[in-house]
């Protein structure tokens, strides 16, 4: 790492993935008086604006950089507008005489406010809230108690992140009432249901009250540090030391529970990454963007989590091992949030063995019939233990990758998928490396720090290991290291990339400080000061452009549930712009440019004419429409209709794939455990739940405690098969090409 960042700061540089939790930490001290927080505010306000790659961005600053597609605005309305967002995520509480009011008092002063440790602005801002938080939760709960019988032709916004706030108290009823109707109207259509609908709703905005009324004015500071950093950009944060004992439990891959990586989002603990291995990637159900709407310990009742504070939700989800947990999900494609599922999930450890490298060898035909083998290669995360104590064995991705490679070469394979689909990143140095393997010694990725220094980060492989065609396998959960690999690979000529149209777009690079450190010697809340996660770099490709905000361009586009904005760099807020520096000189590999149009056409052919991807596409644009369309029916009998719908369709499909099941190749297995086998074994289907469970558990207060079992059928992977297709395609044309070559007076 140290060769490529040197720092003049003896700064530890840590390429994290991005999984930000954005939560409040929860006081028992409902009367605290003001804390001396202001120390600690300054020395997180001078660390941004002093060591940011943004550097020199002060809270000052009247143009901060900015995408395109943004409105202007200064630097502190940025941070008061964060705040706003983070305390009142749907626009209901505050009113937009509120708003305006605070902008007008604090936004000429802010800046100067926060480096002189007045924290009048987030204090007052906090008061504020609170009182309409106590104001609206009243009134809540006799709107809730009011009958409601759901025939009436209205609509509520489902996502009202962007939607302006309320003009007064009497418009904020208004919206109000719609929206509690609608909670009331999910919680009676909801499959599964915890309670009658006005006990869940009531109790719902009793928990969120008391949560706000027990917050201690250093959780709300601590908040407003929050809102501060990522001012700056989405990966930059400030995290208190409950914060950091949360991150350092997701840092380590020896982690107890179910393998999910949450953050709070419209008042749902949404999943942003599955952990490659653990228990929710096994079990397959649990997908990135399911909200979670209920918990429940083993055979326990349901509890509620909506409105919860995200600490508190990831503490039910985590338990000991071998415990059960149940969750009670939104799926990310359900166009009715009041269709939930219930997902059981056996909690364990999560280990590396389970996130290391693994492939196969597929017995595949080609268009003539004749028989080929096809490699497939998954690589879950860059991985490297680089704290591994002396006698303990090497662990990289590299290494294992060679061996696996190795034996896929004895094989005989004659072309290769790297399947980097749901790779979060991790080590920088696994990411050069492991590009050497397949294009030699050269320059793989550039980065630049805040006083625009370049530097190039090279591989010493020398000759290639592997030469033959390769397909790159990415979608938008593609991260961070994962995206300097294929970039590589993609401007060296070296491989086709092939998923959703582009990968995620996290291109920056984040140090992890300690912010007692920068304070006053022996200042009395250095020790319990907290970090600040800051970036301080961003990563460019050898042809020059950012992978930051645009990500890796696939070459083919297939239709997939995971190509939406709603995932990657630009669903976060304030994301820094793309931008490019000088291109480095590569040796450039000519076999695979040429044929990628041929590639295309075949490939959109078969796409046109495979069911699978035409009930992806029109899942797709439904779930688009319902995203521009942004409204939910209160009406009862519409809802039904809807249901009744999308059940028929799940039907109608499930029947299609009984009746016309697709036929898997033969693979065996490459992994670890039997790369050195004299035979290798045949991959078993990977057992998944067959059943899903709609009972109530043991003291729901439905009396019929009886489960129903429902027959779900597998889906294929109508990805994973065009992948092995267009390597198909790719390695019958490079066949050609190297006979072309290699014939007299060629």
């Known amino acids: 790492m140290t060769r ?33 927080m202001a120390p600690i505010a300054v020395t997180v306000a001078k660390m941004l604006e002093q060591g940011h790659y943004l550097h020199p961005l002060s809270l000052a600053d009247k143009n901060p950089p900015r995408l395109d597609s943004e409105p202007p605005q200064p630097m502190s309305d940025r941070v008061l507008k964060n705040y706003f967002q983070m305390l009142d995520y749907s626009h209901l509480y505050f009113t937009k005489g509120d708003i305006d009011e605070f902008m007008s008092r604090f936004s000429p002063t802010i800046a100067t406010d926060i480096v002189h440790g007045d924290l009048t602005a987030p204090r007052e801002i906090f008061t504020r809230f609170r009182q309409r938080v106590n104001e609206r939760v009243a009134k809540n709960k006799a709107i809730a108690a009011a009958p409601h019988d759901f025939s009436s032709a209205k609509t509520v916004e489902i996502d009202r992140k962007k939607a302006p706030w309320p003009a007064d108290l009497q418009d904020a009823d208004r919206l109000w009432s719609d929206r509690i109707e609608a909670e009331l109207l999910q919680e009676s259509l909801n499959e599964h249901p915890l309670n009658p609908p006005a006990k869940v709703v009531t109790k719902r905005y009793d928990q969120f009250l008391k949560s706000i009324n027990e917050q201690s004015d250093e959780d709300v500071i601590k908040t407003f540090l929050v809102a501060l950093a990522e001012s700056y950009d989405p990966h930059s944060e400030y995290m208190s030391p409950s914060d950091m004992e949360n991150f350092s439990i997701q840092m380590k891959l020896s982690l107890v529970g179910i393998g999910a990586v949450l953050r709070s989002d419209d008042g749902y603990a949404k999943i942003v990454e599955i952990v490659p291995g653990g228990p929710a990637d096994k079990d397959g159900r649990l997908k ?18 909506v409105d919860m504070k995200l600490d508190k939700v990831v503490e039910k989800i985590r338990g000991g091992k ?25 909690r364990e450890e999560v280990k590396l063995k389970e996130s290391e490298a693994k492939g196969e060898v597929i017995d595949a035909k080609g268009d003539n019939g004749a028989s080929m083998k096809l490699g ?31 034996r896929m070469k004895k094989e005989g394979i004659e072309g290769l998928v790297i399947d980097l689909r749901r790779d979060g990143g991790g080590s920088l140095e696994e990411a050069i490396n492991l590009t050497g393997l397949f294009v030699g010694s050269g320059p793989v990725v550039q ?26 396998l990415a979608n938008r959960l593609s991260a961070s290291a994962s995206e300097i690999f294929a970039a590589a690979l993609q401007d060296y000529g070296r491989a086709v990339i092939v998923g959703d149209q582009r990968s995620f777009g996290k291109g920056t690079v984040q140090t992890l400080l300690d912010v007692g450190k ?28 950012s992978t930051q905000h645009r990500g890796v361009l696939s070459d083919i586009v297939l239709p997939s549930p995971t190509d939406t904005p709603e995932i990657g760099e630009s669903a976060l807020p304030n994301p820094l712009t793309y931008d490019e520096v000088d291109p480095q000189p590569v040796s450039k590999f000519t076999f695979t440019p040429p044929l990628i149009d041929q590639l295309k056409q075949r490939s959109q052919e078969r796409v046109a004419k495979d069911p699978e991807f035409g009930y992806i596409a029109d899942d797709m644009k439904r779930f688009k429409e319902r995203l521009a369309l942004n409204q939910l029916s209160l009406n009862e009998k519409v809802r039904k209709e809807e249901k009744g719908e999308d059940e028929k369709r799940k039907k109608e499909r499930d029947a299609e794939r009984r009746k016309n099941p697709i036929v898997e190749p033969v693979a065996y297995e490459v992994t670890l455990d039997t790369v050195d086998k004299p035979e290798l074994p045949k991959v078993t289907k990977k057992k998944k739940p067959s059943t899903e469970k709609v009972a109530k558990a043991k003291g729901d207060d439905d009396e019929d405690s009886e489960a129903s079992e429902k027959e779900v059928p597998d889906a294929p992977d109508p990805i994973r098969h065009e992948a092995i297709n267009i390597l198909k395609d790719l390695t019958d044309q490079f066949q050609s090409l190297r006979t072309a070559k290699a014939a007299p007076g060629a």
């Not at 040197?6 to 700064?11: D, I, K, Q, T, V």
């Open 376 to 406: 497939w290669l998954t690589v879950p995360s860059f991985y490297q233990n680089m704290d591994r104590k002396q006698g303990d064995e090497e662990k990289s991705t590299t290494k294992d990758v060679k061996r696996i490679l190795g």
């Open 447 to 472: 980065a630049k720090d805040a006083n625009g220094k370049v530097t190039v980060a090279r591989d010493d492989e020398g000759e290639p290991f592997y030469t033959g065609p390769i397909v790159v």
């Open 518 to 545: 920068f304070m006053p010697i022996f200042h009395s809340q250095g020790a319990n000061a907290g970090s600040l996660k800051l970036t301080i770099q961003k990563f460019y490709r050898v042809s020059g452009g």
């Open 288 to 305: 990135p963007n399911d909200r979670i709407a209920a918990v429940a310990q083993g055979s326990h009742p349901f509890e509620d989590v």
């Open 4 to 36: 490529l960042f040197p720092r003049l700061l003896p700064l530890l540089i840590a390429l994290l993935l991005c999984r930000g939790l954005t939560c409040f930490a929860v006081s028992s001290d409902t009367n605290a008086t003001p804390t001396d």
């Open 322 to 346: 071998g415990t059960q947990v149940r969750l009670q999900v939104i799926p990310a494609d359900a166009t009715d949030p009041s269709k939930k599922k219930i997902i059981e999930i056996t």
